[in-house]
């Protein structure tokens, strides 16, 4: 296994650990991480595609849920600036957004999963109208929420993007995607972040591999799916009801699986040159640990400031310490980032966003420490999988043993 890229000694345990988690699973990963403003983890291996081309130093792949993150901070960057408030009702930036009910829901309730507009299952006919942009705010416009605003937590799974993209887009003039490369990527220097892929870019995707029994047939993605939520739902709700959970699986379907979303190929050029800003921003690694290198650092980096100490402050301010109505388990959703585990149990400093598959990204600003990780194979929860909670914790084991 040939690991390829460039390590600080300090933290020489992220070595063998990415070893590993490539030899375990089929494709490629690339890690990074920032400590102290300064880039000690650059490391890269494996495939990146199912013909076996070697994985590279600029190789991007989509991330999923990890997209939230970079969402996230773009309405905390509206708000630093004052072109928002937290508390002002959404209607005020997007009219059409108060029909059904909505005009008091306000931007903190997108923010912290609040809005109860999860249901994405009712939202739309097949997984494909998720590329349409104008066609999802307008649905999303038009939606009823499935409870008042702020009276659960209830994760957005694949809506929260175009909410938060949309309130962006409005304040700013700036479709979503050059939001991003104009205020965060190009500021930073990041060459490999993107949220819409331009056409030339495209080649540096890698390929998303599913390490299942592939099945032929037209409903050969539903089945697939519908088996795998059936496994994974056995255990978790027994899991659950041991613990003392509530295992109640109906709104964690409507917000993950719209019809057609198991035939969905998130890693093709229609997916990764769409906008959906939940669900499938495409990365290198040591762009995303730079970026949230960047707010473990204060909100500045290297001389570029995305956000205040004090909005970051409030914005990384745990919102609630209930059981996610959708995800079943507490998730400490801060206003768009949540908590992060390791197999010693939550780091009380550290927020972040991780992605289904594996994917994940963070910040602790006491360590002045970022982490990131992004691979093409894994399947997981949608809140990602054990390797990226054992990679968390030997990062961290490896800045708290100096």
């Known amino acids: 296994m040939s690991i390829h890229g460039t390590l600080d000694p300090r933290f020489s345990l992220l070595r063998p650990a ?69 508390e002002d009702p959404v209607a005020r930036y997007w009219p059409e957004f108060a029909q059904e009910g909505k005009g008091e829901i306000r931007i903190r309730h997108l923010l912290a999963h609040e809005a109860g507009l999860f249901d994405v299952r ?35 799974a694949l809506t929260y993007g175009f909410l938060t993209g949309e309130i962006v887009r409005r304040v700013t003039g700036k479709p979503f995607p050059r939001f991003v490369r104009e205020e965060i990527a190009e500021p930073l220097g990041l060459d490999g972040f993107y949220v819409g892929v331009p056409g030339n870019q495209v080649s540096r995707v890698a390929e998303l591999i599913r390490p299942v029994r592939r099945e032929r047939g037209p409903r050969a993605g539903k089945r697939k799916v519908s088996r795998r939520m059936r496994l994974m ?22 917000a993950l699986l719209p019809r057609g979303i198991g035939g969905f190929d998130f890693s093709s050029p229609a997916a990764i040159m769409a906008c959906i800003p939940a669900a499938n921003g495409v990365f290198t690694a040591r762009d995303l640990a730079r970026f949230y290198g960047c707010l473990a650092n204060g909100g500045e980096l290297d001389g570029v400031r995305l956000l205040s100490e004090k909005t970051l402050e409030r914005a990384t301010q745990i919102q609630s310490r209930r059981p996610d109505h959708v995800l079943i388990v507490p998730m400490r959703w801060r206003m768009g980032y949540h908590m992060v585990g390791t197999p010693r149990g939550v780091s009380k400093h550290a ?37 990226m ?3 968390s914790g030997t990062m961290l084991q490896s800045v708290r043993a100096r």
């Open 18 to 86: 990415l070893e590993a988690q490539i030899r375990s699973h089929p494709g490629g990963a690339a890690i990074a991480a920032y400590h102290q403003g300064k880039l000690v983890v650059d490391l890269w291996g494996g495939v990146r595609n199912r013909a076996g081309d070697t994985w590279e130093r600029d190789t991007m792949s989509v991330s999923y849920s990890t997209t939230k993150g970079v969402a996230s901070t773009a309405v905390h960057m509206l708000a630093d600036r004052g072109l928002i408030d937290y």
């Open 122 to 156: 009712s939202l739309i006919d097949r997984a494909e109208d998720l590329l349409d942009w104008d066609g999802m705010i307008g649905r999303l416009a038009r939606a009823r929420p499935r409870h008042p605003a702020g009276e659960r937590h209830a994760y957005h």
């Open 233 to 254: 739902g056995a255990a978790m709700r027994t899991a659950l009801r041991a613990a003392g959970f509530p295992s109640d699986f109906e709104p964690f379907q409507a």
């Open 351 to 387: 927020f972040g966003h991780f992605g289904y598959g594996g994917s994940g990204a963070w910040a602790h600003p006491k360590h002045r420490l970022s982490f990131a990780m992004i691979v093409n194979s894994g399947q997981g929860t949608p809140m990602g999988d054990w390797r």
């Open 389 to 391: 909670v054992r990679m």
